[in-house]
């Protein structure tokens, strides 16, 4: 039980620090979900929204995070 509570720490200041990161990148005008090639199409009675660059941007960089915390670990 002492691993898996050590784990859930881990996790937990990782959600706060990665909710920390999107609100400071709003704060200073990063457009996240606003970048060239999100889709926005709105009509008079829909809206539909498809940020496709942006969840690839935020792919890649966890993906960077993941392979440098691997490397620093040892996995």
């Known amino acids: ?14 959600l ?24 926005r199409i709105e009509g008079e009675h829909t809206r539909i929204y498809m940020p496709i660059v942006t969840c690839l941007l935020v792919s890649v960089v966890l993906t960077i995070l993941i392979q440098i915390a691997r490397y620093l670990f040892g996995r």
Request: proline share 5%; aromatic share 6%; no cysteine.
């Open 1 to 14: 039980m002492t691993e898996l509570g050590k784990w859930i720490v881990i996790a937990g200041l990782v």
């Open 16 to 39: 706060i620090a990665i909710g920390g990161i999107v609100w400071l990148g709003g704060r200073i005008g990063i457009p996240l979900g606003r970048l060239p090639g999100d889709i």
